[in-house]
């Protein structure tokens, strides 16, 4: 066990080993990774009703991902955006139950180093995709979120 780690037991007292994946399942909400179409359905809906009339009227050049998140956005249904934010309350619901009012979650702040300038937009869009499922627990649960610096990696820059 790490000093940091032992620091946020002193705090937060022994971890308890619970059962997630189960009663996802028998509630129908998926996995934590399924979580993430409802985060984009409703964080797109609200990302477009906000910007969406400037960005019409301006035709901005987006950079990767962006343009295309944008085009997203902009066609979320409102019959998309009402069942998404139906799963979303579940989801709350779930989760309250799950951690209660002095639960913490424990899990990776990112899916592992911040991907370098010139990875390829695929991949890119890939690692995205993998933090998003991550950082969007908290959001839809509406929940706060916060890292905790309990693990380090040891990387080496190699010169090829």
């Known amino acids: 066990m790490s000093a940091n780690f032992t620091k946020v037991v002193e705090l937060l007292g ?13 509630e129908g909400l998926g996995a ?9 359905v409703c964080q797109g809906f609200e990302v477009w009703h906000e910007h969406g009339a400037w960005v019409t009227a301006h035709n901005p050049e987006f950079g990767p991902g962006i343009k295309e998140r944008f085009t997203m956005a902009a ?13 979303r309350a579940r989801i709350r619901a779930h ?30 869009d890939a690692w995205r995709t993998r933090l998003i499922s991550l950082t969007s627990i908290a959001g839809l649960a ?19």
């Open 75 to 87: 066609a979320i249904s409102r019959d998309q955006v009402e069942a998404a934010s139906v799963k």
């Open 14 to 26: 022994n971890p308890t080993e619970i059962e997630v994946a189960s009663p996802l399942a028998q």
């Open 32 to 40: 934590f990774v399924d979580w993430m179409g409802v985060f984009r």
């Open 95 to 124: 989760m309250l139950d799950l951690l209660g009012l002095d639960g913490v979650l424990a899990l990776p702040t990112t899916p592992g180093p911040a991907p370098l300038v010139n990875t390829p937009p695929a991949d890119l």
């Open 142 to 160: 509406g929940l706060p979120q916060g890292p905790l610096g309990v693990m380090r990696l040891s990387w080496r820059l190699l010169r090829i």
